[in-house]
Nanobody, 123 residues
Framework: VQLQAFGGGLVQAGGSLRLSCATSGLPFTRYHMGWFRQAPGKEREFVAGITWSGGITGYADSVKGRFTISRDNAKNTVNLQMNSLRPEDTALYYC?????????????????WGQGTQVTVSS
């Protein structure tokens, strides 16, 4: 199983980035997907999640209205559109795959993780 996150980079505050996570080796349509982030010295925190069908999404309060998660089940990918970026969004962003959902935000329930892609927002 592989999850490959990409699309990170350096952007000025107020700018946008689109992250993508390409998966292989797992039955993608059985898995719920999530994006988490981890800043230096901090714990990994939930950003956004989406159920297997795309019918339910969830967001951390800090990103609601700015970030949008989506998935393409034909391409086995999950995306995170990030708008109105702020310096506090700076972190390493990870995608995760969860087979049995309890809560999309529960980091312990994710079965697989990608390697992370760095997002840096300058002020």
């Amino acid at each position: 199983v592989q999850l490959q996150a990409f699309g990170g980079g350096l952007v000025q505050a107020g700018g946008s980035l689109r992250l993508s996570c390409a998966t292989s080796g797992l039955p993608f349509t059985r898995y719920h997907m999530g994006w988490f982030r981890q800043a230096p010295g901090k714990e990994r925190e939930f950003v956004a999640g989406i159920t297997w069908s795309g019918g339910i999404t969830g967001y951390a309060d800090s990103v609601k209205g700015r970030f949008t998660i989506s998935r393409d089940n034909a391409k086995n990918t999950v995306n995170l559109q990030m708008n109105s970026l702020r310096p506090e969004d700076t972190a390493l962003y990870y995608c995760g795959a969860m087979l049995r959902v309890t809560a999309l935000s529960n980091v312990r329930d994710y079965n697989y993780w990608g390697q992370g892609t760095q997002v840096t927002v300058s002020s």
